[in-house]
């Protein structure tokens, strides 16, 4: 059973569009983070969201953290091709001293010129 | 460097064979990690280095599976007797002790067993 289920898997846009991808599980957690990995490179982080209704925007990304810590979203404006690549989420459980990512399996994004 | 070092980028070893492979984290990081992430799967934690203290070795799949970490910094991951389920990308990252929020990760470790 996977802690964390992203949704959707794969997705396909035209360069200009909004999309949304979602991580979700029926556990709490301490805080969660949102990474991109692009093909040949290791996951690099774009947030970390701790407080539970928490939003945070980063240019065109827009994260949020559900009330119940339980889930989170990512939101894109104006996807652009660089926008390209897989995107992970990964939280962590317990105290803040927690350390161990759990990571869901992805959604990967490709964004059309 | 400025970043997660690691090498071999990609190897590619026989059934059986044993494999190690190497992680210079960023300088002034005491904390390490290594993950792997297999085809289809997230990000899998093995094992997590702190300074001089025990590592936590609970993600380790079997005892084919070892690491260790000389002088607080360089760290090996060796796998014994290869088997084809082994192949993954394996994936370094290193953080401040109080900034376990904020890791970074190398480009990793691609291993093929065949």
């Known amino acids: 059973t996977q802690l964390l289920e992203q949704s959707p898997q794969f997705l396909s846009i035209q360069e200009g569009e909004n999309l949304t991808v979602y991580c979700n599980s029926s556990?709490?957690?301490?805080?969660l983070q949102w990474y991109r990995q692009e093909p040949g490179e290791g996951p690099v982080l774009l947030v970390t969201?701790?407080?539970?209704?928490e939003v945070k925007k980063l240019k065109r990304l827009t994260f949020q953290f559900g009330d119940a810590r339980k889930d989170s979203s990512l939101h894109i404006t104006a996807a652009q091709t660089g926008d390209t690549g897989l995107y992970l989420c990964a939280g962590t459980r317990g105290g803040a001293g927690s350390y161990q990512l759990t990571f869901g399996k992805g959604t990967k994004l490709s964004v059309i010129p | 460097g400025a970043g997660v070092s690691q090498s071999p980028s990609n190897k590619v070893t026989e059934k059986g064979k044993d494999v190690e492979l190497r992680c210079d984290p960023i300088s002034g990081h005491t904390a390490l990690y290594w993950y792997r992430q297999s085809l289809g799967q997230g990000l899998e934690f093995l094992i997590y280095?702190?300074?001089?203290?025990?590592?936590?070795k609970s993600g380790l799949p079997s005892d084919r599976f070892s690491a260790e970490r000389t002088g607080g910094s360089v760290s090996t991951l060796t796998i014994q007797r290869t088997q084809q389920e082994d192949s993954a990308v394996y994936l370094c990252?290193?953080?401040?002790?109080?900034?376990?929020?904020?890791?970074?990760f190398g480009e990793g470790s691609w291993l093929t067993v065949v």
């Open positions: 990252a290193s953080s401040f002790r109080n900034r376990r929020n904020t890791i970074y």
């Open positions: 280095f702190q300074g001089n203290s025990a590592p936590d």
């Open positions: 556990s709490v957690f301490s805080s």
């Open positions: 969201v701790v407080t539970g209704g």
